[in-house]
Nanobody, 126 residues
């Protein structure tokens, strides 16, 4: 099993920044693609950003491209999501997810991911 624990969410004004962390424990982290998904009230879960197990590719949703930056530190079994220029539309519960894969890119469908964290709330006020 792999456990994922998110942290770093909170309330921020529009234009502000937050840094989310996803710490993993259990099985090997370095052989897994990892991603962030978010779900706003009344909306479906959506892919935000993902990174391949070997960091070969990082894929961003168009809505966050240029504002969010994903990184991973395999030595610390942790990935980070730096979110800048936050807007009210970014308000959601953010969840990290992981899947063991040999693909050089992260899957986009949420159903492709095996392990999930509980989520952290991000609220952006206007």
């Amino acid at each position: 099993q792999v456990q994922l624990v998110e942290s770093g969410g909170g309330l921020v004004q529009a234009g502000g920044s937050l840094r989310l962390s996803c710490a993993t424990s259990g099985r090997t982290f370095s052989n897994k693609a990892v991603a962030w998904f978010r779900q706003a009230p009344g909306k479906e879960r959506e892919f935000v950003v993902g990174i391949a197990w070997n960091s070969a590719f990082t894929i961003y949703a168009d809505s966050v491209k240029g504002r969010f930056t994903l990184s991973r530190d395999n030595a610390k079994n942790t990935m980070y999501l730096q979110m800048n220029s936050l807007q009210p539309d970014d308000t959601a519960i953010y969840c990290c997810a992981a899947v063991e894969t040999t693909l050089n890119y992260p899957p986009r469908p949420s159903g492709a991911y095996t392990y999930w964290g509980q989520g952290t709330q991000v609220t952006v006020s206007s």
